[in-house]
């Protein structure tokens, strides 16, 4: 009897503070979303594996022409700002008072867990700092002729599967997906891979496990990003991240090798090296040197651990934007025959241009890929920004206050497909973006972020996107297609395309290639 009678308490009590958490934008007489569910806030449709947490967010922001709204992920309030002008205030402006993401990172317990993405305060600005260097003009044409011999490696593999006559059907975003972790295994951590003929090599085997589009990575992900408290204590439990734990034991061989043999090599762990053993990565672009210079201790600061934990954000930001990037704009100009020509004439005069050659400077002349591939990223960004409010914040022009540790959300899919922001959204566009006939509001345009926690990398994604799309265009035939839209998976944060990218191309006579 006491113990039905504690349960009941305990019942009750739970469900009044459950009640009482869902009226925090209420007792603030802020505008929130009037279609809440308890528990699962504006997720619904996530927490029942209808949607994916990308469209679930999607959609919050089509119920409202409000600027901004407080609703729930979860049981956790946050704010969701759908006024671009008000965003890059909040990502800009006012960066010191939303300087954080927000995400989970322990510094202490979990040295894997401090990578660029997830630091905060000093720690991210310092990194930054030291990082920056490595994505320079010059150390990205650098390790260019890299990404190109796995281009190649991409074509002579669609060489081998395609028939002689006629076209067939591939799924692009796979064999992209391969271009892109291979890229990333050879200029982020220094292998030597070739997947397209060892499928089962030691690296691909590993990252796979990483983008298995399941309900266990889909939870995980949504976790980082709206329990970091939660992830922390899995980890005290003993949680491991155990693709970055085997990152780490790749990178390890890889720099002892180097180290014992003298190696030299441009890349991005090579940089890496530098920056452990010198306290610096050198803004001298033909110094790649990696030598201790420093006096004792001084190179402990930038640790292994640390290398491996920038190795594996680069790897699940860069193999998924340079794949879907490239994948989707195939996908897009197969329905549009007009902007598959132009797209194919360009890559063929520019190349002739350069007797045939492909390089760093032929790839920066072909404008309207670049155009296409704005176009691309504005249809199919990652589908929101996260940031955490870090002190408390009057939101200009009202008397609403978002509290410190409250999470902001900037809706991006929802923005760029907003007819006030870009006409005829559904419609690939890439002319839209054209600088003599510009037709869109530019500071809704934000696929990389804004502001100093834009993304580091995004250069070296859109070299590596553009010539993944180049390699196509150049070796291939793209079939036209009807129109159709891509399926967006529910087991993902992102988007991810359910089904594939499914496409037909057929093989080039060399002569035209």
Same mark, same amino acid.
């Given at each position: 009897m006491i113990a039905l009678l504690l349960f009941l308490v305990l019942g009750t009590t739970l469900y009044w503070l459950i009640r009482h958490q869902y009226t925090y934008w209420n007792r603030r007489n802020f505008p929130s979303d009037p279609d809440t569910t308890i528990p699962c806030g504006c997720l619904k449709s996530v927490v029942k594996h209808e949607k994916s947490m990308g469209v679930a967010i999607y959609d919050a922001y089509l119920k409202t022409k409000s600027p901004f709204i407080g609703i729930y992920l979860l049981f956790r309030p946050a704010v969701l700002i759908r006024d671009p002008k008000l965003a890059r205030q909040i990502l800009i402006q006012d960066f010191s008072s939303f300087h954080d993401r927000g995400v989970y990172v322990d510094e202490k317990r979990d040295p894997l867990s401090c990578n660029l993405f997830s630091l905060r305060g000093q720690s991210w600005r310092s990194l930054r700092q030291k990082l920056t260097p490595s994505f320079s003009s010059g150390k990205l044409k650098a390790m260019f002729p890299t990404s190109d011999d796995i281009g190649n490696k991409m074509v002579e593999y669609l060489n081998r599967i395609l028939p002689e006559e006629g076209g067939a059907e591939v799924d692009i975003k796979d064999i992209l997906v391969t271009y892109a972790i291979d890229i990333i295994g050879s200029v982020i +951590?220094?292998?030597?891979?070739?997947?397209?003929?060892?499928?089962?090599?030691?690296?691909?085997?590993?990252?796979?496990?990483?983008?298995?589009?399941?309900?266990?990575?889909?939870?995980?992900?949504?976790?980082? +990003?709206?329990c970091p408290a939660l992830i922390k204590f899995m980890v005290l439990l003993g949680f491991k991240n155990n693709t970055a734990i085997g990152l780490r034991e790749i990178l390890k061989e890889t720099i002892e090798y180097r180290e014992k043999h003298n190696i030299v090599r441009k890349d991005m762990v090579q940089l890496m090296m530098q920056l452990r053993n010198t306290g610096k990565i050198n803004e001298d672009d033909d110094n790649w040197n990696a030598k201790v210079n420093t006096t004792v201790g001084e190179e402990k600061e930038f640790t292994l651990d640390h290398i491996a934990a920038q190795g594996f954000i680069f790897y699940i930001a860069g193999q998924e934007t340079t794949s879907s990037a490239a994948a989707f704009t195939i996908f897009e100009l197969a329905q549009y025959p007009d902007l598959l020509a132009r797209a194919q004439n360009e890559v063929k005069e520019v190349l002739k241009r350069h007797n045939g050659q492909l390089n760093y400077d032929c790839l920066q002349e072909m404008t309207f890929l670049d155009l296409c591939l704005q176009e691309t990223n504005r249809k199919y960004p990652f589908p929101f920004l996260s940031r955490e409010c870090t002190q408390d914040y009057t939101l200009p022009g009202t008397k609403h206050v978002i509290e410190k540790g409250t999470p902001i959300v900037i809706p991006l899919l929802g923005i760029h497909r907003d007819a006030e922001h870009f006409p005829n959204p559904m419609t690939y566009d890439p002319d839209r973006f054209s600088p003599a006939n510009a037709n869109y509001s530019d500071h809704a345009y934000m696929p990389f972020g804004a502001g100093p926690r834009q993304c580091i990398a995004l250069r070296m994604g859109k070299i590596n996107s553009k010539l993944g799309l180049v390699k196509i265009l150049q070796n291939f035939n793209v079939e036209i297609m009807s129109k159709r839209e891509i399926i967006i998976d529910n087991h993902s944060v992102g988007i991810q395309p359910k089904g594939g990218v499914k496409i037909r191309i057929s093989k080039k006579p060399k002569s035209t290639n």
């Open positions: +951590f220094g292998l030597d891979i070739n997947s397209y003929e060892d499928p089962k090599n030691k690296f691909r085997c590993l990252v796979h496990k990483a983008r298995r589009n399941n309900i266990i990575n889909a939870n995980i992900g949504m976790l980082i +990003f709206l």
